[in-house]
């Protein structure tokens, strides 16, 4: 049973479609792994903690340098996910670069396809606990996602957002 574990996870950490920094740190009890394609790309001196996973889902998962993913966050690469260096991801954050088309009622949900726009967020950022990302968002360098946020547009640069759906609350600096 224990060798089925750690060839399993040698396995998730050294197949070709990972580039994983060797001075990154990620938690034998982290889910990183390429599903369906795609590739997943980690920089250096990043922190992948317990429980949370990232998976490709036939896109790509692209994270910078000096980034901080937290406890049971979720990050999908459907449409594409760049997030750059310096960002802070808090616990139970999710990130979802697609969303499903829903227009037709005569056939089921799953069965109508999905739009991936992708996401992209800039360097310097913090995104709160249990924040909601989705699809077709640009969230701009040094900005912060308020805690439980769910954001549905793109962020200016330095803003301070917050709310279901996020709001603009300030400016990083003013008063």
Known sequence: MIYGLLKEKFYYFFNSKRD?????????L??????????????????????????????????GDFCTVNPFCILYGHGGLTIGNGV????????????????????FIYCQGETRKGIFIEDDVWIGAGAKILDGVRIGRGSVI???SVVTKSVECYSVVAGNPARFIRNRGSS
């Open 88 to 107: 802070r991801i808090a616990a139970a954050a999710i990130i979802i670069p697609a969303n499903h088309i829903f227009e037709d009622t005569s056939s």
């Open 20 to 28: 994983i920094h060797r001075s990154s740190k990620i938690s034998y």
């Open 146 to 148: 308020g805690a439980g």
């Open 30 to 63: 982290a889910k990183v792994k390429t599903v369906a394609g795609g590739s997943i790309k980690i920089g250096k001196k990043c922190s992948i903690h317990d429980y949370s996973m990232i998976l490709s889902y036939g896109g790509f998962v692209h994270i």
